[in-house]
């Protein structure tokens, strides 16, 4: 027997939900109006109308190079309260704990969070040569760490561009963010070597340094892992050698969970996987 409700829905928010999650079908989260129109069946004009409420309010952004919408970074605040019952620990932890044990430096899993990445899970507190021990719920500046180099290189151009405008905004970042040279070549060196540094860049922590690569699902990536060292123990160059391939197994590791974790929830509940946590995240 379906469910009597009190009150009749509000239509324009449903359709306004509606274009979200049609947005968020299309790859990088950009449709143009007329795509849009058809696929949620309304007409051109109301589609308009609550693209621009929507813009507004700052979950939508018009690009102004090709006329097309986009998701904005706000649409995250959505899912802030939704717990996936802690897939960073439940998930990362035992990939990290192996990790450990062959590189012995520490690690950490950082995911996105505004301008910064959040730690999430770490291996500081458990590593003999930790030089932090209390790192989780810590922040990393994005495009000056390994971590936030890693997972910003491997964005699709909507989510950089969006994360492009909170950097511009962050004093210590805005600089990097505002040379599209130095964009373009932290995005085109990180790709071509497979993985992302830090050679001591941070200012803050100039004796750090680290090597890391994102952790994908479904060709996104939804977070990053390093591998944290002293730069006066070992050079970039023989971290690299030693260590890139264990790091590489941890986030494969990690990601084959992720497939597994979602076909288990769909399953046992009978509906699409649930989402995994993006809020954003020392190297």
Not at 238 to 267: D, F, H, M, P, T
């Amino acid at each position: 027997m379906p469910l009597k409700h009190d009150y009749a829905q509000v239509r324009s928010l449903t359709r306004g939900l509606a274009l979200l999650r049609v947005l968020n079908l299309h790859e990088g989260g950009c449709a143009s109006l007329a795509d849009l129109a058809a696929q949620t069946g309304l007409h051109r004009t109301t589609v308009r109308r609550l693209l621009e409420t929507l813009i507004g309010e700052g979950y939508v952004r018009r690009s102004p190079s090709d006329d097309r919408y986009a998701l904005a970074l706000k649409v995250r605040s959505l899912s802030e309260g939704f717990s996936d019952e802690d897939w960073a620990s439940s998930i990362a932890g035992p990939a990290l704990a192996t990790l450990l044990q062959q590189v012995r430096w520490p690690s950490d899993l950082c995911t996105p969070d505004g301008a910064s990445m959040l730690i999430r899970e770490s291996t500081h507190r458990l590593s003999a040569l930790s030089f932090h021990r209390a790192m989780v719920g810590q922040h990393l500046p994005m495009l000056v760490t390994a971590a936030g180099r890693a997972y910003f290189a491997h964005c699709d151009e909507g989510e950089r561009e969006a994360l492009l405008i909170l950097l511009r905004q962050d004093p210590p970042q805005a600089p990097y963010a505002g040379n599209a040279r130095y964009i373009d070549e932290l995005i085109h060196m990180t790709r071509a070597r497979g993985y992302s540094s830090n050679e001591g860049d941070w200012a803050e922590q100039s004796k750090v340094g680290a090597i890391a690569v994102p952790v994908l699902r479904q060709g996104r990536p939804v977070a990053a892992i390093n591998v944290i060292y002293l730069t006066r123990a070992i050079s970039h160059a023989e971290a690299a050698q030693r260590y890139l391939s264990a790091l590489r197994q941890a986030a494969a590791q990690i990601e084959a969970r992720l497939v597994q974790s979602a076909g288990e929830v769909n399953a046992g509940a009978g509906c699409a996987p649930a989402p995994v946590d993006q809020s954003a995240g020392n190297g």
